[in-house]
């Protein structure tokens, strides 16, 4: 059943381009044009919606910090991103034209099912991204888009998180195409080019051997950082979150424009930072501020491993090691960037002896508040 790797995290990690193009399968006609029918919610209350409330926790949380840039771009809709705990305690700003998104892979989060109960009692309407057929959260929303990555086993969540960014933006697409925030050509072409992503992914998993060999070496590392801008922040956390939670590693991802307000006193000779640096293409300047950024440690003695776009060779002159991904818009980078840090904690963690599909005191779905 693990396919012939030694762990379900592995071959989950291996499943992710089917996670990806299941999840696409079916909800765009020839025309280019999303058909989520399937939602069986009245399209005028989707239209009618001012405010999304993005609700989960762990990497699902991460999920929505990503869909985030991509749907208020998209569909020019405020979103908010909150834990499912912190949500119904704060008095939230909730009503009839607040759409709620809920993310979870299991549906059974019980701090996630208890914000939508509330949310609902406050009269919004609650979808739910959910990975499992007939599970709790998904049957006690309003309207339900399924990601279809297959069963997840391994307590870390992996495809299912690249399954729940891509049903993420095509409900942006939808809600972008039902308000005509986009032209239908504009979406054809986003659609295309998430089709083009389960390929781009499958490149970074069959060039995984220098990532997994840097993992093995660095398995005495006591705290590794992470950095990244726009999409790249939430990947860079979900990359910290990873080694926490399946190597016992210190690690935190940050914004890495906040590096100058902070975390740049911990720069220390030889501290591990992963730095995440957004496509040179990008029509702002976030590319040459990260790289600045990488200059910036390195010159306090950081050990600096780069992700960056495939032809970028600014980055080379001040990174210990880069690891290219494929070219692919700016929005969808977080699909491709986050798989080699999947890769690196996944191998460092088997490297240190552990067991990366049940880590030490987590459990798959959490059901108690
Ligand atoms: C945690 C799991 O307890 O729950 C994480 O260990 C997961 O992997 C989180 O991301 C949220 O779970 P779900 O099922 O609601 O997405």
């Not at 990975?131 to 990555?149: F, K, M, Q």
């Not at 032209?183 to 781009?200: C, E, M, N, T, Y």
Request: hydrophobic content about 45%.
């Amino acid at each position: 059943e693990k396919g012939g790797f030694a762990s379900f995290m592995e071959k989950e990690i291996n499943d992710q381009p089917e996670a990806v193009a299941q999840t696409l399968l079916g909800r765009a006609g020839l025309d280019g044009k999303l058909e989520l029918d399937e939602l069986r919610i009245d399209p005028s209350l989707l239209k009618a919606v001012d405010k999304i409330i993005v609700l989960a926790c762990g990497t699902s949380a991460y999920a929505g910090q990503v869909a985030k840039y991509a749907i208020e771009h998209w569909c020019r809709i405020p979103v908010e991103v909150e834990l499912s705990h912190e949500f119904r305690y704060r008095d939230p700003i909730v009503d009839a034209n607040t759409l709620i998104v809920a993310i979870s892979q299991s549906g059974e989060t019980m701090d996630t099912l208890m914000a939508v109960r509330y949310a609902q009692e406050q009269g919004a309407k609650v979808l739910a991204i959910c990975n499992t057929n007939g599970s709790t959260i998904p049957r006690e929303a309003d309207a339900v888009l399924y990601t279809h990555a297959g069963p997840e086993i391994a307590v870390a969540s992996t495809k299912a998180f690249l399954a729940q960014i891509t049903a993420a933006y095509l409900l942006g697409l939808y809600l972008a195409q039902l308000r005509g925030n986009l032209f239908s050509g504009q979406i054809r072409d986003i659609l295309a080019d998430l089709g083009k992503v389960p390929a781009k992914i499958q490149a970074i998993l069959d060039d995984a051997d220098r990532i997994k060999k840097l993992a093995r070496s660095m398995s005495d590392a006591r705290s590794v950082l992470f950095l990244g801008r726009h999409v790249g922040f939430p990947v860079a956390m979900e990359g910290a979150l990873k080694l926490k939670e399946l190597a016992y590693i210190h690690a935190e991802g940050f914004a890495a424009g906040e590096l100058k307000h902070g975390p740049i006193a911990l720069i220390e000779e030889g501290q591990p930072v992963f730095v995440i640096v957004p496509s040179p293409r990008g029509r702002n300047s976030l590319h040459a501020k990260v790289v600045s950024n990488i200059q910036e440690i390195r010159a306090r003695g950081a050990k600096t491993v780069v992700i960056a776009e495939e032809g970028d060779t600014a980055v080379q002159a001040y990174a210990e090691h880069v690891f290219y991904i494929p070219e692919t818009p700016v929005l969808l980078a977080p699909l491709l960037a986050t798989v080699p840090l999947q890769i690196f904690a996944c191998e460092l963690a088997t490297a240190k002896g552990y067991d990366v599909d049940q880590p030490r005191n987590l459990a798959k779905s959490v059901t108690v508040e």
